[in-house]
């Protein structure tokens, strides 16, 4: 920025001035020597300065009482002159001898310097003028002087200067160390040096509210304790500060007339108005009040409310009318209404894009000119740009957060709903029941809600949820893709084996006979010893008569009380007969075969055949088998407890728990079905598996040398068969919400332990318990259940694999291998099934919780996996099966 050329409307300044300044500067320092390093300087005593006293005039004598007052310092008091283009120097008339020059004259001269000045005597005409102002002649303080001559180097040389008459004046000043001296200025333009440093001395004055009265004197009384350099070097400081402060800082005369301005605020002025000031276009508070449209509300603002009154409706924005009217307005509020000062904020079109914009405040304070000492006005400008880019952006901000804000509601509302909805497990029975229970608390029910159970009361499956469906086929979360797909066609009766997916021609013709061939295992009652044969690895040389009895053997049916178990254990220590040695050890353990009168040995016998059916599927074998019989036991003893569970109701779950995956086939009820396996075709569909696990036991049981319960009343064997075929058929997870409907309807009533439970209460908790213990593994200590989930995930896998095999279109989700399986999407699993059934078991019987807070860490692990998209080595324990948590 041009600071030195903007500095001053009047006397704008060539760009060397710093280096003029700088010469300036050494010859400074040796000019403030000089008046003591000369022979005269050096003999400059107090009674020099009274000699010259006695020779001088009487005026001289008045102006030096005044000018001691005022006692100016060469090296310092006069460099403000430097401002000025007015040639000014301190010339003393007694000796004849130029002190000291301010840059203008130097330049005038033709010198380089001050010294060079110094050197260059002043003609006998222009001492004999200065002698006669010293006297204090009359008129002697102007005069006309002709020069005679200007070295070569001056700029003046050729022009018309050399002989013409330049206007000099006079004024007297007291300099230290020099006693009475003479202020010269020539040609003084608009402003003179004298007049600056009467400026200078008023605004001291003023600062200091001293000496109120101006007087002609030109010197003023600094206040009390103040010394003339103090304030001179004040009112340097002060000019300084202002021409170097980057903050647009103006002087106007009431009329708008610009008196002067800051250097930046006159560069930034005349660029954006295109005005050059020497071509003596001016810049007024007018035009630069109308760099906004003052008529646009948008455009302009009065922080402090104190505005013109509304323009008139003809008032064009920037109008001259307008810009008129507002400063007529700035003139009341500052000068007749004294207020402390006055804000406008308008919004500018910037210099270089007109279209673009930015917010500008000028503040404003009644001030004086100290020139002509006439009321004037004070402008500031600031730059509101960054103030309002933050509130704009404070704004952008607060909008974007209200708009987030208003997604997140609208998710969580959605999260709310959703997780209502994934929790509104509630069948039309559940729904029946709320409304009547409604109504005897005297809820009127609204005809929309009647009508709606009058048209659930229709459908079949009243104790199914009723919005399974749109729950797990919605795509909802927790539920996406083939989740909701595979848990729907797991848990809805009335699913299509594959829905939408027609059998493939080349499935179709391998129905039935592929089957045959891809049989996990043959299923042939009467061929014993095949059967035991092929079951089996490490295969038997001969039938046990008896459980093996190690020390491993027992330290792992020590456990068999607790919660947590470890049925892979069990298999590792009993030579592959996990079930059969568990089955006998309960038996013994409860006193079973003593209360039926069954026949140990032929117990474990009967043990052996049914584990020998046990296939080596990857999940539904013996193994998971012993581990279904071990939380059943738990189940019954710990969590049903003696009140309910008999020995009765004991015999029956552990039989139907030894059972009641008997023969599986590795594969689903669905696989069956869809490709018209014998299972299928023999129980009609209708749970093909389930029908036939218990009704090919019974045959064993019923058989020699396998008939267990010879001995004991066909009254009681009917009975326990009874609820062992109750136990086993309800496993099917098809009428999962049916048995878990109807066991919630009894929950209160068995946990409140009302005396008159039904035997169809009784066997339903049997029957929740068997789910339970079927799906115990989900308890299971963290790493135990991960093998679990991952062994099943194999043998969907499998089935996957003998779908593709045999032509299907599309393998059963989750069982495709190349795609994600089970332990991709447990979350779905655990919040549809497990917990709502190990939560309403635990609500029936409390003291089975330990399995809820274990399944729920589980639940939390397979959230972490889902959600992270982490390994499940990230998450679980997969190495080194912990086996403290018991
Ligand atoms: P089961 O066939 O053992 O009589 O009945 C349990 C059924 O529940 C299994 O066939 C399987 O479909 C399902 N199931 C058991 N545990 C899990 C599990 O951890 N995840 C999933 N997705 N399904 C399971
Ligand atoms: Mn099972």
Known sequence: MEDAAAFSRASPRAPEANTVKEDLTTTEGNHGRAPSTSSEGLSRSSSDKRKRKDSSSMAVQRRTEAAAIMEYDLATSFEVTNELQTPTWVYDPVEGRTLWGNEAVVAFFGKTSMDEFLAHHMDADFAAKARRAAAGEDGASQAQWKLTALPPSSPHRDGAMVG?????????VSVRGAGDVLLVTANGGMFDSIHTLRSLESLHREMHHAAPELDDSLVGAPAAGDTPDHWLHDSLRAMEMLKTSPIFTFLFGTAGDLLTANPCAVAFYESYFAIRSQEGKQI???NILSVADLGDEETVAYPDGNGPPAASGEGGGGSDATVTALMDHVRYVLFDQKFESFRIQLKMAKRRDPKKHRWVEFEMWAARDPVTDKGAILVNQTNLQETKRLELEL?????????????????????????????????????????LEGIIRGNQPTEEELRALKRALRTRNLRAPNRLEEMLLGNKAGFEGEVGLSLFEMLNPNTKSVPGQPLSARENSN???????????????????????????PAAAGPPRQPSAGAAVAEVLETVDEWFFDAFRLEECTNGHPLSVLSCHLFARLNLYETFQIDDAQFFQFCLKIEQGYPNNAYHNRVHVSNVLQSMY??????????????????????????????????????????????????????????????????????????????????????????????????????????????????????????????????????????CADIGHCYCESNVHLRWVQKLEQEFFAQGDREEELGAVAKSPLMDREKAGITKSQVGFFKIVVVPLFASFCKAFPSAEPMLSSLNRNLELWAKVEEEQLEISEVFEVAGADQTMR
């Open 284 to 286: 007024s508070l007018q």
């Open 164 to 172: 013409a008459a330049l206007t000099i004046r006079f004024r007297v």
């Open 634 to 771: 738990v189940l019954l003893t710990k969590g049903l407890g003696p009140r309910l569970a008999g020995d009765h109701e004991i015999a029956a779950g552990l039989l139907s728990a030894i059972i009641h995956d008997y023969e599986h086939k590795g594969v689903n009820n669905d696989f069956l079905i869809r490709f018209q396996d014998d299972l299928a075709l023999k129980y009609n569909d209708r749970s093909p598996l389930e029908n036939h696990h218990v009704a090919a036991a019974f045959e064993v049981m019923v058989t020699k040398p396998h008939d267990i319960f010879k001995q004991c009343d066909p009254e009681v064997f009917i009975s326990i068969r009874k609820c062992v075929i109750e136990m086993v058929l309800a496993t099917d997870m098809k009428i999962h919400f049916d048995v878990l409907g109807r066991f919630k309807q009894i929950e209160e009533k068995v946990r409140e332990g009302v005396e008159d439970l039904m035997p169809e209460d009784v066997s339903l908790a049997l029957q929740v318990c068997l789910k």
């Open 395 to 435: 704004k952008g901000k607060h909008d974007d957060l209200r708009a987030k804000n208003e997604i997140l509601q609208s998710e969580l509302d959605r999260a709310n709903r959703d997780k209502s909805e994934s929790l509104d497990l509630d069948s039309t029975v559940d729904k029946t029941i709320n409304l």
């Open 511 to 537: 129905m039935r006979r592929s089957l045959s061939r891809n049989s996990t295992m043959e299923l042939d009652d009467d061929n014993d010893e095949k059967a035991e044969g092929e079951a089996l690895e």
